[in-house]
Nanobody, 121 residues
Framework: QVQLVESGGGLVQAGGSLRLSCAASGSIFSINAMGWYRQAPGKQRELVARITSWSSTNYADSVKGRFTISRDNAKNTVYLQMNSLKLEDTAVYYC???????????????WGQGTQVTVSS
């Protein structure tokens, strides 16, 4: 079993900042990548940011220059620093883990329970 514990969501005014955290634990042999996705009401889940085990990152165009993803490998934790938040950033944010449970196992995806981020005017 793999557990993903997210924290840091909440209500913030436009222009403000929030920092999300996601800690992975359980049956993890190696981590390929961790990331954040979000889903707004009536919309599909979309990638926000992703970081690989070799620290390569990619971001959605809508958050480039405002959000920063980072990772603490020793703690199996990923962070998302969100600055200059906009109304359209309001969504449920989900942590994603791409990992292997054993050396020979195929990579698998796991999801956190989601944390609400609400940006108000």
């Amino acid at each position: 079993q793999v557990q993903l514990v997210e924290s840091g969501g909440g209500l913030v005014q436009a222009g403000g900042s929030l920092r999300l955290s996601c800690a992975a634990s359980g049956s993890i042999f190696s981590i390929n990548a961790m990331g954040w996705y979000r889903q707004a009401p009536g919309k599909q889940r979309e990638l926000v940011a992703r970081i690989t085990s070799w620290s390569s990152t990619n971001y959605a165009d809508s958050v480039k220059g405002r959000f920063t993803i980072s990772r603490d490998n020793a703690k199996n934790t990923v962070y998302l620093q969100m600055n200059s938040l906009k109304l359209e950033d309001t969504a449920v944010y989900y942590c994603n883990l791409n990992s292997r449970r054993t050396q020979v196992a195929a990579p698998r995806q796991d999801w956190g329970q989601g944390t609400q981020v609400t940006v108000s005017s």
